[in-house]
Nanobody, 115 residues
Framework: QVQLVESGGGLVQAGGSLRLSCAAS????????MGWYRQAPGKQRELVAA???????NYADSVKGRFTISRDNAKSTVYLQMNSLKPEDTAVYYC?????????WGQGTQVTVSS
């Protein structure tokens, strides 16, 4: 089946930038809606950004203007460019794939922003 693998997480100072990548091993990537979610300790997993198969994007209010989601269908990869990072962005970030009602999750990558 399809496997999602996140990368690019790490430790960064407030105001810095990180670029997350999510590579899908399956085919028909261009038909999928893709998203990035995050979950901090003791908090519910929340949508950060999403991009549809048609290229439409949606962002959480807390990251709008700072984060950018994009996709490269030729590489079966979705990206999350994170700029002006804040300590409250600290969380495990998960890649999500949706094809109709079929949903898949990556294993997550840790993002830690120090003040």
């Amino acid at each position: 089946q399809v496997q999602l693998v996140e990368s690019g997480g790490g430790l960064v100072q407030a105001g810095g930038s990180l670029r997350l990548s999510c590579a899908a091993s399956g085919s028909r990537f261009s038909l999928n809606d893709m998203g990035w979610y995050r979950q901090a300790p003791g908090k519910q997993r929340e949508l950060v950004a999403a991009i549809t198969s048609g290229g439409s994007t949606n962002y959480a209010d807390s990251v709008k203007g700072r984060f950018t989601i994009s996709r490269d269908n030729a590489k079966s990869t979705v990206y999350l460019q994170m700029n002006s990072l804040k300590p409250e962005d600290t969380a495990v970030y998960y890649c999500n794939k949706r094809y109709g009602l079929l949903i898949s999750w990556g294993q997550g990558t840790q993002v830690t922003v120090s003040s």
